[in-house]
Structure formats: structure tokens, C-alpha cells
């Protein structure tokens, strides 16, 4: 009797134990596909939603919080950050013309307008040249730099040239998908002394019609 008892909570810890686990996801495998090819399936892509958990990070500060995006390929963006369920950051760009509240300084206003905007459209690159490596190639043109993985076409790092000589980094980590889209859903941005982490909850990519 204590014999059977014993087995079945076994069984059932088990099974709760594979129920709780996360599904492994098959990442996407083009080995052998032009990675330019790649880069243009997605050239429809006019905007992006998306909701995630933000960290802000500066000098040894951190603020966290949970955020709202909507941001355009031409760089017009809207972005709301909540803590505890208030608003506590917002920022808009149209047009070139950046808006926040509460302000912003120019590294920050860079890093969230240049960065978000090139972070998301990783892949809108034009007049590069393309350096295949062993297990990745490297896209490169007068303004930025692209790491991609050679067989997801995933990118896992990114660099943005600024006008006034700085650098943005950007590091991409846990491959996801939405839809048919495969997107890094982690990802990194430095600039300067400051750094903000997304995690991505949910995304929409909106094609033009």
C-alpha cells in the first residue's frame, strides 16, 4: 500500500514537473540560404508593438519597470513605462523632434529613440558588405555593424555609429517567435554609462500593406 502511494506521487511530481517545464523551441535553421535574401523578407515589416519588462541601468542604479512600444521604420516611436502600475516615463519622437517626461539628457534621448528604433530593425542595413565568418557573418556599412549566427540569421550583436562620435552596443539574446517571425527576445543597449535591458513579452510586426 505505502509502496503504491510512494509511486504515484512519484508519477504525478513527474508529470506536474513536465507540465511546468517550458517547451523547447526549434530555432529556424538557414544554413545555405543568402543571408541577403533574409535581410529582404522582412523589408516589409512598417511597424512593431510590443510590451516587455525594462531595466535601466546606470552606474551602479538600476530602475525596473514594465513597458509599452509602438515604433516605425522611419523612427517615429511612443514608448510608456510603468511602475507598480503607474506611469512613470514617457517618450515620443515625430519627425526628429524628441519628447519626454520627465526630460531626458542627450545619451538617454539617444538611447532610446536611435537605439530602440536600429535595435528593432536590426535588419534594415543598406549599401553593406557582408564578411562571412566560421559560424557567423558580419554586416557592415558606414553607420553600423551587424553580428548574425550563420544558421539562424538571428542577430547577436550589433554596433550604431552617432554623428557625434559615440558608440551604441547592442546584445541579443533567447531567440522567440511571432507568427513566422523569429526575434531575439532579450536584448542589451549600452551607450556611454548607461544601459537598458528589454525582455520581451509580446510583439506584433505590421507589414505595409
Same mark, same amino acid.
Given at each position: 500500500?505505502?509502496?503504491t502511494?510512494s509511486?504515484?506521487?512519484l508519477?504525478?511530481?513527474?508529470?506536474?514537473?513536465?507540465?511546468?517545464?517550458?517547451?523547447?523551441?526549434?530555432?529556424p535553421d538557414?544554413?545555405?540560404?543568402?543571408v541577403?535574401?533574409?535581410?529582404s523578407?522582412?523589408?516589409?515589416?512598417?511597424?512593431?508593438?510590443?510590451?516587455?519588462?525594462?531595466?535601466?541601468?546606470?552606474?551602479?542604479?538600476?530602475?525596473?519597470?514594465e513597458g509599452?512600444?509602438?515604433?516605425?521604420?522611419n523612427?517615429?516611436?511612443?514608448m510608456?513605462?510603468?511602475?507598480?502600475?503607474?506611469?512613470?516615463?514617457?517618450?515620443?519622437?515625430?519627425?526628429g523632434?524628441?519628447?519626454?517626461?520627465?526630460?531626458?539628457?542627450?545619451?538617454?534621448g539617444?538611447?532610446?529613440?536611435?537605439?530602440?528604433?536600429?535595435?528593432?530593425?536590426w535588419?534594415?542595413l543598406?549599401n553593406?558588405?557582408?564578411?562571412e565568418?566560421t559560424?557567423h557573418?558580419?554586416l557592415?556599412?558606414?553607420?553600423r555593424?551587424?553580428?548574425?549566427? &550563420?544558421?539562424?540569421m538571428? *542577430?547577436? %550583436?550589433?554596433?550604431v555609429? #552617432? /554623428?557625434?562620435?559615440?558608440?551604441?552596443?547592442?546584445?541579443? $539574446?533567447q531567440?522567440?517567435?511571432? &507568427?513566422?517571425?523569429?526575434y *531575439?527576445s %532579450?536584448?542589451?543597449i549600452? #551607450? /556611454?554609462?548607461y544601459?537598458?535591458i528589454?525582455?520581451?513579452? $509580446?510583439i506584433?510586426?505590421?507589414?505595409a500593406v
Amino acid at each position: 500500500m505505502w509502496k503504491t502511494a510512494s509511486t504515484l506521487c512519484l508519477l504525478s511530481i513527474i508529470v506536474f514537473s513536465f507540465a511546468c517545464a517550458k517547451k523547447r523551441i526549434e530555432l529556424p535553421d538557414y544554413e545555405g540560404v543568402d543571408v541577403r535574401d533574409v535581410l529582404s523578407s522582412r523589408r516589409n515589416i512598417k511597424s512593431i508593438e510590443t510590451t516587455f519588462s525594462v531595466t535601466f541601468e546606470r552606474d551602479d542604479t538600476e530602475v525596473k519597470g514594465e513597458g509599452v512600444l509602438n515604433i516605425s521604420k522611419n523612427g517615429d516611436m511612443s514608448m510608456r513605462v510603468y511602475s507598480f502600475g503607474f506611469l512613470v516615463f514617457q517618450i515620443t519622437s515625430e519627425d526628429g523632434i524628441v519628447r519626454s517626461a520627465p526630460e531626458v539628457d542627450r545619451s538617454r534621448g539617444a538611447l532610446l529613440t536611435y537605439g530602440l528604433r536600429d535595435c528593432f530593425f536590426w535588419w534594415d542595413l543598406e549599401n553593406f558588405e557582408v564578411e562571412e565568418k566560421t559560424d557567423h557573418y558580419l554586416l557592415d556599412n558606414s553607420m553600423r555593424k551587424l553580428w548574425m549566427n &550563420g544558421k539562424t540569421m538571428l *542577430p547577436f %550583436k550589433q554596433s550604431v555609429a #552617432l /554623428s557625434d562620435g559615440r558608440e551604441l552596443i547592442m546584445y541579443y $539574446e533567447q531567440p522567440d517567435k511571432s &507568427g513566422d517571425i523569429w526575434y *531575439p527576445s %532579450k536584448i542589451r543597449i549600452e #551607450l /556611454s554609462k548607461y544601459a537598458v535591458i528589454l525582455k520581451i513579452r $509580446e510583439i506584433l510586426f505590421e507589414s505595409a500593406v
